[in-house]
């Protein structure tokens, strides 16, 4: 069967390379694919926050619009950056296997670091997840907020906005800038928001049921989709959206999936943070477990304040 599998993804260079990279997976299984560029209105809104215009479907909706006609038979996506409730007509079928998932300090000075206090410490970054964890763990540094692609926030840095930014490891890996890396921050402290470190493919469910194995077969790697499922689940019931600062990481041992997780207050004071482990097998459940043990513990007040400001 010769046919050719039309990859849609929006045009910045990150989204480029993880096509490219679904475009590899996919050739290497001898399948023949096509990228098809599409600009989302989250590519053309760069000077407001992401916060403000409202994280659903900002990356997303012009993609779903070609899944659905046929124009395109997936979509590309950091798996972060997809909201955790999909439309009815559409499924994430597949999760490349997982980058270090850490969040890094990326500075042109390699001294810098977050535990240092001799000198006043301005920080560029526009997660509310990272804020709040900044001011939980080092009250004594600045943020600000610093938006568009990487290369952009590295022009702002080095024009002196910031002394360093904060970014998750697998984007700045992708792009190449390792060698700016100062700090690879703990997973202790900085828990990655949901699904950093994977790129996930979004089709919709009319798409040829051949086609969509052949894909899942040459893309998706299981370990990683287990993780991405409890993550997700967690995700999903806490109602977070890429503005509120949420945090998961699940990891597999055998058959043992560990999910260890919590939200954090936007001032950084309160952080609740649990784990639970259960079955390989059935990764939803345990993050729908991990959410009604954090909002039980606290979490309830916390979104509902964080809700109340954001909106
Ligand atoms: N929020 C934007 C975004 N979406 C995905 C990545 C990096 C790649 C990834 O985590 O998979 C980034 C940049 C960042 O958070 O530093």
Known sequence: MSY??????????LALWQAYHV???????GMETEIVL?????????????AKIGSKGVFTQELEDQLMDGRIDIAVHSAKDMQSRLDEAFELIAFTER????DVLLS????????STEKPLVIGTSSTRRVATLKHFYPHVKTVEVRGNLQTRI???EEGLCDALLLAFAGVHRMGYDDQIAQLLSLEEFIPAVGQGSVAIESAKSLNPEIREKIIQACNH???EAQLRAERAYLRVLEGGCSIPVFALASVSGEKLSLDGGIISLDGKQRIRLSVSGDKNDPESLGEQLAEQVLQAGGKEI?????????
Request: neutral net charge.
């Open 4 to 13: 050719k599998v039309k990859i849609g993804t929006r045009g910045s260079k």
């Open 23 to 29: 475009e590899d997976l996919l050739q290497q299984a």
């Open 38 to 50: 599409i600009d989302t209105k989250g590519d053309q809104v760069l000077d407001v926050s992401i």
């Open 99 to 102: 980058e270090q998932v850490n």
């Open 108 to 115: 042109n000075d390699k001294e810098i670091s977050l535990s």
């Open 155 to 157: 022009r702002k840095m």
């Open 222 to 224: 299981s370990e990683t």
């Open 303 to 311: 979104l509902e304040e964080i809700k109340k400001t954001i909106r």
